[in-house]
């Protein structure tokens, strides 16, 4: 009895084994410059390892669930890698997350139906819960619940949400006892999903990055401006009824200055437009120095847009809630801010300022 429960530990150690390499490995070849990066999966293949031999060692019952939260872990990565090698990674998102959903609703219902044999369902919404856990655990070192967690963390929380519908999803087509109920449930799934891979993680990154689902806002911001010659200025000095401020923070500019090229090209396209003013707002994180002055850099550049320095950086930061890493347009009328979100979602609110 001993020996054999030590044989099945050892397969099962195998097994997970497996599973985790090609999650590394698919990693490492279909990203870009993954070779470059494997020595970050190090610590993080450190401590799955860790995990995998410690649960080897426990109940059958227990390595069941963890190796479904295994699955749940790297069977989403593997469609992604899928994806990559097929070109379709960005142009085709909300179709991978569609497929990841379906993927996972269809993995919770046969691990049911083959290992459980449709009995105790609720293990189900435990192994999930134990892939969320995983999940976190893997993806971050330092302390969490901090001031920059949530939107430094908006694409892996969308992810998660993703994975915890698909994984409430198998639950459902779990409980099915009969075909009518499975046809009912599969289509309530595939609709649902589809709905929720094209809306739901952009809504999700959108609140925790900007502040609401859709960057709609309504507050009024108090903001110190002045030119380059240091005279202070304001957004009543600009006669349009809107102002669309690209927040530009010249402390990343290796990035930032891609999204002014980007703004650019939408203020060029809306260039005919009466009702628009297109700025930019050079600001840093934290307080000025010698080495960051937004007219400095702006006179290496070849940026067209007129520029105004916010002379209050912390006092703008917080009064917009924004993260300063991110892709930041803000949409004022007169002084009250009313949309805040990044250059291609702005494009799209624009065409309903008129209508």
């Known amino acids: 009895m001993v020996g054999n429960r030590n044989k099945f530990g050892l397969r099962y ?8 390499v090609i999650f590394v490995f698919s990693n490492v070849i279909f990203t870009s410059q993954g070779w470059n990066r494997i020595y970050n999966f190090y610590p993080n293949f450190i401590l799955m390892e860790c995990l995998i031999l410690l649960f080897a060692l426990a109940s059958k019952r227990i390595r069941e669930d963890f190796l479904l939260s295994l699955f749940l872990l790297v069977m989403p990565h593997v469609i992604y890698t899928i994806f990559i090698g097929a070109g379709l990674e960005e142009e085709r998102e909300d179709l991978f997350n569609a497929t990841c959903m379906v993927a996972v609703a269809a993995t919770v219902y046969f691990w049911n139906l083959f290992s459980l044999h449709g009995k105790r369902t609720y293990r189900v919404l435990i192994s999930t819960g134990g892939t969320i856990f995983l999940i976190f655990i893997l993806n971050g070192w330092e302390s969490y619940f901090g001031e920059d967690f949530w939107p430094e963390r908006s694409h892996l929380i969308s992810y998660l949400c993703l994975l915890v519908l698909g994984g409430l999803f198998g639950y459902l087509f779990c409980l099915c006892r009969n075909l009518r109920q499975q046809i009912i449930a599969g289509v309530l799934i595939l609709s649902v999903s589809t709905w929720c891979a094209i809306h739901l993680p952009r809504a999700v990154e959108t609140f925790l990055v900007y502040g609401s689902p859709t960057g709609v806002t309504q507050r009024v911001i108090n ?36 999204y002014v090229q980007d703004f650019e090209k939408l203020a060029l396209r809306n260039r005919h437009n009466p009702s628009l003013s297109f700025i930019l707002l050079g600001i840093v994180p934290h307080e000025y120095g010698a080495g960051n002055n937004p007219f400095a850099v702006y006179e290496t550049e070849h940026f067209t847009l007129p520029l105004l320095k916010v002379d209050n950086p912390v006092g703008f930061w917080e009064q917009t809630k924004a ?8 949409v004022f009328k007169n002084d009250t801010l009313i949309f805040q979100n990044d250059i291609k979602a702005t494009a799209n609110y624009i065409k309903t300022l008129n209508k």
């Open 223 to 258: 903001m110190e401006l002045s030119d380059s010659e240091g005279h202070k200025k304001s957004l009543s000095d600009f006669p349009n009824r809107y102002k669309v401020c690209l927040v530009w923070n010249v402390e990343i500019n290796n990035n930032s200055k891609f």
């Open 13 to 20: 150690f195998l097994w997970a084994t497996g599973l985790w």
């Open 323 to 330: 993260y300063p890493e991110f892709e930041l347009v803000c």
